[in-house]
């Protein structure tokens, strides 16, 4: 396969910048991101081919303008929604829920 996500190794992509002393996670949200994946992976949601799958099943756009963990989020709520577990206007509700507490 040569998708977007299969960038590692190329040619004239700049230099890779890497942060003295780099935190495992920047953001709480990432450190709860990894616990989910942790959870869903233990809970039979998924199994690793399953969830590089849906990585690679991203938007390249989306793919490129996001991170590390918001890669696995995606990956996540793909899974979950494929497998019936959340539905797609449960996640637009609690997301919709989460903006007003952050305004």
């Given at each position: ?14 230099p890779v ?84 507490e952050a305004?």
């Amino acid at each position: 396969m040569n998708g977007i996500h299969d960038l590692g190794g190329m040619d004239g992509l700049g230099p890779v910048i890497r942060e003295d002393n780099e935190p495992v996670f920047h953001e709480e949200w990432e450190r709860r991101m990894f616990a989910l994946f942790i959870s869903a992976f233990a809970g039979g949601h998924f199994n690793v081919d399953m969830f590089r799958h849906a990585i690679e099943k991203m938007d390249p756009v989306h793919y490129l303008e996001s991170s590390y963990y918001e890669h696995w989020l995606a990956a996540i709520e793909d899974i979950l929604i494929a497998d019936g577990s959340i539905t797609k206007a449960e996640l637009e509700a609690r997301m919709a829920d989460l903006a007003k507490e952050a305004a």
